[in-house]
């Protein structure tokens, strides 16, 4: 209207008709801009995402029965388990040093003082604060468990204890075990016997190529067998 008062009829048309080629133009650029595949649509397995290439629709495969990951067989029961023939092992996997048992002790402050507390007797921080009391490590069933039934409660649980197979790699567990034995040794000793038994810990690897050596007392102690695999790694 405005157009038509100032512009003969035909100006205004073509004005009109310009304005139109100028909007489809800049909307069919929009389209074509969108319309942009590049490689945006692969043809690749996006994780987890529904696919019909396979007949389950599923783009994760799963793995062929028997696959083990690399450093995943566990092919030695009594690392794995604490168990030799289904039983709980009195011995342990490979040779405790006392760096092992270094680690032990600062493994067991670490995951299981909070509850058993660190001389093991049971009344750690959370129980005093209200958890249900566990056993104390002197208790006699428990003083005579072979060092299996330790590495057992840890990696698969007990009663109202959770395991600890997520947090504590299996090598430390049994390190773990073989210092809760410790504890378990020194608690009735007397000075003089912890020097000795101390003294003998010291002469593991001169006396006997790695082979635990400290188990000396514990023979004395009733706590026979403590022996090591041989086969360990
Ligand atoms: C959150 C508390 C808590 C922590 C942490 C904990 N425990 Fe326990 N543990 C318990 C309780 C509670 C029981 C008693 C469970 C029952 O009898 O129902 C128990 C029982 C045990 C027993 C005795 C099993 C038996 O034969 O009666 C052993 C051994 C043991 N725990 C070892 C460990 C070790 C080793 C760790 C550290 C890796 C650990 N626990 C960490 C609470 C805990």
């Avoid at 003969?8 to 310009?18: F, G, I, N, S, T």
């Avoid at 799963?62 to 289904?86: E, F, H, M, S, V």
């Avoid at 104390?136 to 197979?165: C, I, Q």
Wanted: aromatic share 8%.
């Amino acid at each position: 209207m405005a157009c038509a008062l100032i512009n003969p009829k035909a100006v205004c048309k073509m004005k009109a008709r310009r304005t139109l080629v100028v909007i489809v133009s800049a909307v069919s650029l929009l389209l074509l801009i969108s319309c942009r595949e590049d490689m945006h649509n692969q043809p690749k397995f996006i994780p987890l995402r529904e696919n019909t290439f396979y007949p389950d629709e599923r783009s994760a495969r799963p793995t062929i029965p028997g696959t083990i990951a690399r450093g995943q067989l566990q092919d030695d029961p009594l690392l794995y388990t604490g168990k030799l023939n289904g039983q709980e092992a009195d011995q342990f996997p490979f040779a405790m040093t006392e760096n092992d048992l270094e680690r032990g002790r600062e493994r067991f402050n670490i995951f299981c003082s909070p509850c058993h507390s660190q001389l093991g007797d049971g009344n750690g921080m959370i129980v005093q604060r209200g958890l249900k009391k566990p056993p104390s490590y002197f208790e006699p069933r428990l003083l005579k468990a072979p060092v299996g039934h330790f590495f057992y409660v840890m990696t698969n649980g007990w009663g109202a204890m959770a395991d600890y197979s997520d947090q504590v790699p299996v090598a430390d567990r049994w390190r773990i075990a073989a210092y809760i034995r410790a504890l378990q040794l020194s608690h009735p000793a007397k000075s003089g016997e912890l020097q000795t038994a101390h003294h003998a810990a010291n002469q593991v690897p001169e006396q006997s190529s790695g082979e635990v050596k400290s188990a000396e007392p514990v023979r004395e102690r009733k706590v026979e067998g403590t022996v090591i695999h041989k086969e360990a790694k």
